[in-house]
């Protein structure tokens, strides 16, 4: 298929912004994510870091991945301890979102504090108040540009309060999911070949077990 010059781009809609970091950045902004702290260490040795490049790789066997700046105070913390607890954070969390993405924030026992939340069975410190912890031992590290990619394998998961509403960011700041109306169309996609309209209301588990 050729490559489409930019007046075909330009026809379809598409305004084309090259590769550059800022593109990228913009374009992800429009992509809501949930938001973890990813957490290393016991008492003084102790580091948190907010993070929403965190992925459930695998089921089985169970892997996560989360994605580090090589910069940050955690990567080398997570390479020297050889595991790592993501806590899934609520609502009702964004404070301790934005302290623990701040660069002036502490790390060791003070970090521990404004977790709250224990030791988990990897003695990773957990977040009180999170609606899960996801607790991994260090699989594999990947070079990712700017970034690592850590690896962990899932060896425990805690749940917390699971009735809350999640921790979303979506263009830089923490909205509040609302429910869709009632009644209203969810939405339909209509396959013009095989001539079927898959409505999207509801979203089942489609994953292989
Ligand atoms: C919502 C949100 C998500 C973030 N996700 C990541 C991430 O996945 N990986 C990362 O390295 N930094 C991420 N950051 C940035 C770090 O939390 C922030 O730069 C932190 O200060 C880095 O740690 P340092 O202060 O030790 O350098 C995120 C920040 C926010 C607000």
Redesign the pocket.
């Known amino acids: 298929m050729p490559a489409e010059g930019e007046q075909d781009l330009k026809k379809h809609g598409w305004e084309s912004r090259g590769a550059s970091a800022s593109a990228l950045r913009e374009a992800m902004a429009h992509f809501p994510t949930g938001?973890a702290i990813v957490t290393t260490g016991s008492g003084e040795e102790a580091e948190g870091?907010?993070?929403?490049?965190v992925i459930s790789v695998s089921l089985d066997p169970p892997l996560f991945l989360v994605?580090?700046?090589k910069?940050?105070?955690?990567n080398q913390r997570v390479k020297e301890e050889g595991y790592y607890a993501v806590n899934l954070l609520a609502a009702d969390q964004e404070g301790l979102?934005r302290l623990?993405?701040?660069?002036e924030r502490s790390s060791g026992l003070q970090a521990i504090h404004s977790l709250n939340g224990g030791y988990g069975k990897t003695g990773a410190p957990l977040a009180a108040g999170a609606l899960a912890a996801i607790e991994c031992e260090l699989e594999a590290t990947y070079p990712g540009g700017d970034?690592d990619l850590f690896l962990g394998r899932v060896v425990a998961v805690q749940a917390g309060d699971t009735r809350k509403a999640p921790l979303v960011?979506h263009e830089g700041s923490y909205p509040t999911l609302k429910s869709p109306p009632h009644g209203g169309d969810s939405g339909a996609f209509v396959d013009s070949v095989r001539g079927f309209d898959a409505r999207i209301g509801r979203i089942t588990d489609r994953r292989r077990r």
């Open positions: 938001v870091m907010t993070a929403n490049a994605s580090v700046h910069e940050a105070r955690l979102s623990f993405a701040s660069p970034h960011f």
